[in-house]
């Protein structure tokens, strides 16, 4: 299983709680650990859903999504949390 465990939001966006401001995500568990960038991610997502959960209890998985202007991006599958888990994830 591969798992985020931190972001890099947009530059000037750093405390910024929009999914869409997230610039790339660190994903462990794979062959080659780093930061990927959102539409990777989506792309990776669409051909193997369910591969990738958020490092965060209770380790919702992540979800490809389309924003309204048709940008590819991640986000985490809805649970109790009133905001995505992705967001609280440590940035850089």
């Known amino acids: 299983m591969m798992y985020a465990t931190k972001i890099k939001m947009q530059q000037g966006h750093y405390t910024s709680q929009n ?7 660190y994903i462990e568990g794979c062959t080659n650990p780093g930061f990927f960038k959102k539409a990777v991610l989506y792309d990776h997502l669409k051909k193997n859903p369910g591969t990738i959960k958020v490092n965060i209890s209770p380790y919702p998985a992540v979800v490809p999504a389309i924003s309204p202007k048709g940008e590819k991006y991640v986000r985490s599958a809805p649970n109790d949390h009133t905001y995505d888990n992705l967001l609280d994830l440590p940035r850089e």
């Open 19 to 25: 999914l869409l401001e997230i610039d790339s995500i």
